[in-house]
């Protein structure tokens, strides 16, 4: 019995080249600095880590922005009370976070479908709401929770460290300021993707995937399939905690609105815009949904104007108004038409896309109905 | 779950584990070559120099960000000695040539914030670490400027901050690279109380509905020292959600209160439900005590007025500047806004403009972009003519002191941009108030170590 | 005290009335077509441009330029005349007036068409996919429809002054005999709640008594045989999903006076409504006007200051918290049926 196919291992090898090499392949899109690939790996994690609940299990959560929120308070705190240091912080939101969606998970997993989604959304509005009004003293409401120069860092003062200027985060006394902070983060989208694949394939994943399938005759044969849907529910929990965290170790603020329900649809979007239930799916979903956050976004009238410059004189005035509907404030607009196209004629997200090319290209089609495991994808 | 160890073998662990290692251990050194090239973050290498602008274009507060916008592309115009000059030749005094900042030409890059802090900050640093802004600049809420201006004391950036009217940004959550145009809650107190006294009396009893988060609250707090200084009551302070969209749940019980005034702490969106909503209520229409109930918004802005149409009519608050003002700043900038867009600008598109020249006439009289030299340019600066009277930016906290407008929704407007009636401009010496009150630390003025 | 409770009250049926109007469409559409709409917010929102276009219509203006005056920001000043006094004379001012009500004439066909469109065009091939391939597809297009309409209308709400007749409060305490200008209510509120419950009552006499309705439910118990007994249920199941448009239409028209619309105000009602329908139980008409009335009652209560001294907070949470205790209470919120929208 081989613990790890070939298929896997190259996907694994595929996927830790193509990461680690991101500031080099995104420097012609723009992307190449490091906050933004900070971000493409955090998010990245969030959706790996969702992917394994609804991804395996179809529980579709409408609230794992409140993880997400969670681990991001956790660790701003353990940074104002304990340490600047990133693992403690990280140990800490990974714990808290993962004790949060127990609870959380122990009481929606009663439900299933439609309703466990309404429950998985009320508790995380729940705890928006809160964390913007009535607990400002633990969250800071609106404004967020920094790091101050007074913060007391128990830690820190036994161990005599003592920080000059502004406080910010640290890894044993290294800064995780730039691509540090990249590299940083994507040795956890990587060791996340690693874990995740290895749940996948292993006789728990098979447990959630037949949860997915048809859970009443999981029941029937003797199952008890609840400690299973929660402990995935937990797992997820805990990669949103982290992914939350590792934001506020790049960043130290934790603000309540990443815990509002629009952010718990984002990573929703991301992993069925990638592909549910593959592996690859949800981070390319997170990384083009970023993509278009900040770089679309950032498009106005002067770079169109450069783009479209080789036309003839008004010409290229028409295409800057056009264009321009869909760039800048508009690039919600094209976020919205890609949704609709990709669902609409590519139901298994832009992971079906590649298979599709991949099988155009495929000389001899070889028919293996019964293959559950995901297939080696080129990389981008 | 058990079952899962079955498929781990320490030696895939450890193969797969030492190749991460090596990739993330080595391929770092490839990429911070070249770092120390600068002194200080985006130090202006070429003949440009780039202006990071971080607006709210999608979200609640995007018709703002949108005005924000107009006005710095106008200001560099003006930098750049385009245009008519607009307030150039007003400012005194100044160090603005109308060739640049220090002979380079003005860029500018942009961002949208969403009105989300995190968002903001996101789209601050690909700014400053992407595309080289040496200054940031904008924003519609005190949370985004809040987050941005710790961002940028980390960074080494000057903030110099949008509409931003919380207490907090130049109080308790002050930064030595945060600089803010904009008055505050605690001024539209001190400014609005005696109108208030002078027109409604004193003996009132006043109901307050207050947003839920901290701006609210520390305009709720403002607002009750101001009135409850000229002897009124306040009956009740009511929380309501951020985003409640329908008030009517907390507006009922303000009917049978006793409360002969409303105050509404909202601001956005917020103030325009809850005002057309209590409008609705007939609370303008309404006795109370013997005396007509009356509505009061301490916090103006022309877009929301326009947002609250006739609701409006007749209702006292404050703004930081309205183009009706007669200086002849104000009439120089609201003539080039007009010319260019075709509308007057609002207050939003008057501090963004204003805080774009002043940074760059800081930068002329420190002969240098280095930003603690700029820092200390703009630290206690005196200048007058941008429209608001003689104004100090205040080195103790970076809030600038000047005249505060005391405004009411205009009864009959010529046009729809004629919302507002200026009733009094409140001198800067009954607005200044002592910077230690509301705490905080404004930090090293020594720059990052990278950016 | 009591006259706080009764106003309280009285807010939390209108309240209640809007809920249900709101849930309604989307519980019509999940109920008959088995689609999970997320795009139903944004039905809502067009609805309420639909009466903004309207009174842009009926405001039109002649603009002539006067060079000789001057407006402080240089352009030169206009003088505006409406057209519509023109074409109409004194029902010009009429239609300026009520020109949110009047709108519905307009709203009905532009719902009705879009839902149509809707329907044709994209959601019958999502009958049979699974449903969060249908939350996507019709989140995807709520985002389309949301920033076309920012695009053309602006960010910023937009007024929609109600008729000047129906401004103001009216004196209910003296109506039923109690002392004067105690208990006072907005009279467009009671329109809208009167309102709800023609719309309400319509459409469950519609799906009651009509053939049309009966065969539209006998689609829903069982789509295959009405099909086999040679009724076109395709086509009943296109017109029901216009319905749903044209209700959800007709709310926003009638909100826009309460709260001034903007390109958002969808998306700010769709998790509002979906906890209503699911509270009631998905699919179940009755259990989203059932929830839509427990919920608005229960958030006007924990709104009140003494509620609120008690429990710090509740009034931001109550809707959530309801829906949370209801849904482990009832498995299938209030009149739910067993196995719907449970895998």
């Known amino acids: 019995m081989r613990v790890m196919s070939r298929n896997d291992l190259l996907l694994f090898v595929g996927f830790t080249v193509v990461v680690l090499a991101m500031p080099i392949w995104l420097h012609p899109f723009g992307a190449a600095y490091p906050d933004l690939l900070q971000r493409f790996m955090i998010f990245g994690i969030f959706a790996v880590g969702f992917n394994i609940l609804f991804g395996l299990t179809g529980y579709l959560s409408f609230g794992h922005a409140a993880f997400f929120g969670v681990g991001s308070y956790a660790a701003v705190w353990s940074f104002k009370l304990l340490s600047l240091d990133a693992i403690p912080a990280l140990i800490f939101a990974v714990v808290v976070s993962g004790l949060f969606s127990l609870i959380i998970g122990y009481v929606s997993l009663r439900r299933s479908g439609i309703y466990f989604s309404i429950l998985t959304l009320a508790f995380a509005q729940m705890s928006y709401n809160l964390a913007y009004s009535v607990l400002t003293p633990i969250t800071n409401g609106e404004t967020g929770l920094q790091l101050t120069l007074g913060d007391p860092r128990s830690l820190d003062v036994a161990m005599g460290v003592s920080t000059v200027g502004q406080p910010v985060p640290t890894l044993l006394g290294q800064s995780l300021g730039g691509f540090a902070g990249f590299y940083f983060c994507a040795g956890f989208l990587i060791l996340a993707f690693f874990i995740a694949q290895r749940i996948t394939n292993s006789p728990f994943g098979m447990m959630l995937k037949g949860i997915k399938s048809n859970q009443t005759r999981m029941n029937y044969t003797g199952f008890n399939t609840k400690p299973y849907t929660l402990a995935a529910f937990v797992i997820s929990g805990m990669y949103a905690g982290l992914a939350g965290a590792l934001l506020a170790v790049t960043d130290p603020l934790a603000g309540a609105e990443r815990m509002q329900w629009t952010a718990s649809g984002e990573v929703v979007l991301m992993t069925i815009l990638g592909g549910a239930g593959t592996l690859v799916g949800p981070v390319i979903g997170a990384w083009l949904i970023k993509y278009f956050e900040n770089i679309f976004s950032a498009i106005n009238d002067n770079i169109l104007r450069g783009f479209w410059s080789f036309l003839p004189e008004g010409a290229d005035n028409v295409m800057v108004t056009i264009s321009s509907k869909f760039v800048g404030e508009g690039w919600f607009l094209t976020l919205g038409l890609l949704f609709v196209l990709v669902v609409v004629f590519l139901p298994g997200g832009i992971m079906e896309g590649v298979r599709r090319i991949a099988h155009l290209f495929d000389r001899k089609p070889k028919d293996k109905p019964g293959k559950a495991a995901p297939r080696p994808q080129p990389a981008e | 779950m058990t079952l899962l160890k079955r498929g781990l073998s320490r030696r895939r662990v450890l193969q797969t584990g030492v190749a991460g290692i090596i990739g993330t251990g080595v391929a770092p050194l490839m990429f911070t070559k070249g770092a120390w090239a600068q002194e200080f973050c985006n130090n202006p290498s070429g003949d440009t120099v780039t202006f990071g602008l971080n607006l709210p274009l999608t979200g609640a507060y995007a018709e703002e960000g949108a005005d924000e916008q107009k006005a710095y592309e106008l200001a560099v115009q003006h930098l750049n000695g385009e245009g008519d000059g607009g307030l150039i030749s007003v400012l005194t005094p100044t160090a603005l040539k109308g060739n640049g900042i220090l002979g380079k030409k003005v860029a500018f890059v942009t961002s949208d914030s969403q009105t989300k802090a995190d968002v903001a900050r996101a789209g601050a640093t690909r700014m400053i670490e992407r595309d080289g802004a040496i200054m940031v600049t904008g924003g519609s809420s005190s949370a985004e400027a809040i987050a941005v201006q710790g961002l940028c004391q980390e960074m080494g950036v000057i903030f110099m901050a949008g509409l931003t009217h919380s207490n907090d940004t130049t109080g308790k959550d002050k930064r030595r690279y945060g600089f803010r145009h904009f008055f505050n809650a605690y001024q539209s107190g001190i400014g609005l109380g005696p109108v208030l006294g002078q027109e409604y009396g004193t003996d009132r009893r006043a109901y307050h509905l207050t947003a839920d988060y901290t701006w609210g609250w520390t305009q709720e707090e403002s607002m009750k020292a101001a009135t409850e200084a000229l002897g009124w009551q306040t009956v009740e302070a009511v929380r309501t959600p951020l985003g409640a969209a329908d008030f009517s749940q907390y507006l009922t019980p303000v009917l049978n209160s006793g409360a002969d005034v409303l105050i509404l702490n909202h601001y956005g969106n917020d103030m325009v439900n809850s005002l057309t909503q209590a409008v609705q209520f007939g609370m303008r229409d309404r006795q109370a005590n013997g005396k007509n109930f009356e509505i009061v918004v301490p916090l103006f802005s022309e877009l929301m007025a326009k947002g609250a149409g006739a609701n409006i009519k007749g209702i006292y608050g404050t703004s930081n500047w309205h183009w009706n003002l007669q200086d002849p700043g104000t009439i120089a900038f609201t003539k080039s806004f007009g010319a260019a867009y075709g509308a007057p600008p609002s207050q939003a598109a008057h501090t963004a403009y204003v805080q774009a020249l002043l940074y760059a006439d800081a930068c002329e009289r420190a002969g240098t972009f280095y930003p603690p030299e700029v820092i200390k340019a703009l630290e206690g600066h005196e200048f007058d003519g941008m429209g608001n009277g003689p104004t100090l930016y205040r080195a103790e906290d970076h809030q600038c002191i000047k005249n505060v407008l005391v405004v009411q929704g205009n009864d009959n407007p010529t046009s729809e941009y004629d919302v507002l009636n200026i009733v009094q401009e409140v001198p800067r010496d009954t607005v200044a108030y002592d910077p230690t009150i509301f705490g905080g630390d404004l930090g090293p003025a020594e720059p990052a170590p990278m950016c | ?343």
């Not at chain 3, 105690?182 to 009509?210: D, E, K, M």
Request: aromatic residues 12%.
């Open chain 3, 1 to 343: 005290m009591f006259e706080v409770i009764f106003l309280q009250f009285l807010n939390g049926l209108d309240k209640g009335a809007a809920y249900a109007l709101i849930a309604l469409g989307l519980t019509l559409v999940f109920g008959t077509l088995g689609v999970v709409n997320f795009a139903h917010g944004a039905l809502f929102m067009l609805g309420a441009f639909c009466a903004v276009l309207f009174r842009q219509f009926v405001t039109l203006e002649t603009v002539t330029l006067d060079p000789e005056k001057l407006s402080p920001w240089g352009a030169p000043l206009e003088i505006r005349e409406p057209l519509v006094q023109a074409w109409f004379g004194d029902f010009g001012a009429v239609l300026v007036n009520y020109s949110v009500p009047a709108s519905i004439i307009i709203t009905i066909p532009i719902m009705l068409l879009v839902g149509i469109g809707l329907e044709r065009g994209i959601i019958k091939h999502f009958y049979k996919r699974p449903h969060a391939e249908q939350i996507l597809v019709t989140f995807g297009l709520a985002i389309v429809a949301q920033e076309l309409i920012k695009s053309f209308f602006g960010p910023n709400p937009i007024p929609q002054p109600m008729p000047s007749d129906l401004r103001g409060a009216a004196d209910i305490g003296a109506f039923l005999g109690m002392q004067a200008n105690v208990i006072t209510y907005p009279i467009w509120r009671l329109i809208y709640f009167l309102f709800s419950f023609v719309i309400i009552g319509g459409v469950f006499a519609f799906l009651q008594f009509t053939t049309f309705g009966m065969v539209v439910r006998a689609g829903m118990a069982d789509r295959e045989t009405v099909g086999l007994l040679g009724i076109n249920i395709d086509r009943r199941f296109t017109i029901m999903f216009g319905l749903a448009a044209v209700v959800a239409g007709m709310a926003g028209v009638m909100y826009t006076p309460l709260l001034p619309p903007n390109y958002h105000i969808g998306m700010d009602f769709l998790v509002l409504s979906f906890v209503v329908v699911v509270v009631g139980g998905m699919g179940s008409l009755p259990g989203a006007v059932a929830a839509g009335f427990l919920l608005g009652i229960l958030q006007s209560f924990a709104s009140m200051t003494q509620v609120k001294a008690l429990i710090p907070g509740i009034d931001q949470i109550i809707i959530y918290l309801v829906a949370v205790v209801i849904l482990l209470v009832l498995p299938r919120g209030l009149f739910g049926r067993r196995g719907v929208m449970e895998a």
